[in-house]
């Protein structure tokens, strides 16, 4: 059973407006978050983080949401670029393990 | 520029051959981890070390090895490959919080003929 998911394959964006990429946790253990972008034939680069304490942080234009309660977290990219084409996983953590366990995740494709 | 270093990026081989995707970091983390990904899957962590002579298998069985002998170095063999392992390899590393989040090599995209 995916501990992770992300249910959206994919998503088409207008450039300059804002990206909406959502995931849904199962484990209530989970205390870190994190979201990584992925090019064609690259290993994923770490874009942003939050841990459980927070509800919200941001690193220029992406901001991550955390809802605990709902467990479900999303980025906002805005204003998204066609740069940012590319596929985007979240990933989630337990406090004590330094495992990450990851998500499907979405492409998403900004038009220009 | 890259901190974490994978060789090589695609292989093709047939089927039986031993094969040794590398991986190398320079920032002296101490944990490393080997991820699966299939195209459109998630990424499937398959082995992971905490130090040196340190290593665990990952939630996702996989008929690979590794070994940890320096903290820079952390290969992945495949003593007799299948088609059944043509997949992506991913390797990471971090540092000690864990929330600080993994830095990937680009990948070894391998497939088994």
């Known amino acids: 059973d995916q501990q992770v998911k992300q249910n959206s394959p994919s998503l088409s964006v207008q450039e300059g407006r804002i990206s909406i990429l959502n995931c849904d946790y199962t484990?209530?253990?989970?205390?870190?978050f994190l979201w990584y972008k992925k090019y064609p034939a690259e290993g994923p680069t770490f874009l942003i983080s939050?841990?459980?304490?927070?509800d919200k942080n941001e690193d220029g234009r992406f901001t991550v949401f955390l809802n605990k309660s709902a467990k479900h977290l999303s980025l906002h990219i805005v204003p998204s670029q066609p740069g940012d084409s590319a596929v985007y996983f979240c990933?989630?953590?337990?406090?004590?393990?330094?495992?990450?366990?990851f998500g499907t995740g979405t492409r998403l494709k900004v038009l220009a | 520029e890259a901190d974490i270093y994978q060789t090589p990026r695609y292989l093709v081989i047939g089927t039986g051959k031993k094969i040794t995707l590398e991986c190398s970091q320079t920032m002296g983390h101490d944990k490393m981890y080997w991820y699966q990904q299939d195209p459109g899957m998630e990424l499937h962590l398959i082995h992971y070390s905490y130090g040196v002579n340190s290593t665990e298998k990952g939630d996702l069985s996989s008929e690979s090895t590794v070994s940890r002998i320096r903290t820079e170095h952390f290969p992945l063999t495949l003593e007799s490959a299948r088609p059944s392992h043509t997949s992506q390899y991913l390797c990471?590393?971090?540092?000690?919080?864990?929330?600080?989040?993994?830095?990937f090599g680009s990948g070894t995209r391998l497939t088994v003929v």
């Open positions: 484990n209530s253990m989970f205390d870190y």
């Open positions: 990933a989630a953590s337990g406090q004590e393990t330094y495992k990450y366990i």
């Open positions: 990471a590393s971090s540092e000690y919080e864990g929330w600080s989040g993994y830095t």
């Open positions: 939050i841990s459980s304490i927070k």
